[in-house]
């Protein structure tokens, strides 16, 4: 802090400082906004389209990352009813099923994974539901039995030797949906 004795000649020195201590100290401070601070057009153009531009980028990223989360539950799908039916089939081999002659141990259909079958005197189910198809959105599934052949897109109906969608899409990895 300045001494505020006053000298010969110092007079202005003296109230100068007396001044200054008085808007520092004493008196309440005011704002020091005028009429240019804040944002101009330029500026607001700039912040906004660098936004727009990041929001454009993110897009095509969300978009891939709900294709990635489908194929996910397309692959988790399939397992679960490919080894339900696994299952199934290991229970007749043992001779725990009573089995058609032309099923060769595979089940008729889902539903039967689904409703269970008795083995000793107690029901087994493979399935809890027949899950809902994550590309077509309907739990209508593409069937094959063990005698159609491997690529076959029409059902025998003799038994369900494998599952697969019956979605037309491509796959992220490039390949179709239908031969997973």
Known sequence: MRCLVKRKGSRDKAQGSRR???????EPRTSNLGP???LT?????ICVTIISILAC???PVARFQVKRQRERELRRDL????DAIDKYKDASDRGGI???LDSMGYPTD???LVDGVDIEDKKVRFLREIPVDPMT???EWGLRSNQDDADSTSWGGQNVFDVYTKSDGTALDGTKYSTW
Not at 20 to 26: M, Q, T
Not at 41 to 45: A, M, P, S
């Open 110 to 112: 889902l539903q039967t």
């Open 36 to 38: 240019d601070s804040g």
């Open 41 to 45: 057009l330029v500026e607001l153009i």
């Open 20 to 26: 200054w201590l008085r808007g520092r100290f004493l």
């Open 57 to 59: 980028a993110a897009l």
């Open 79 to 82: 397992w679960e009813m490919r």
């Open 98 to 100: 009573q089995i058609k």
């Open 137 to 139: 959105k309907t739990n």
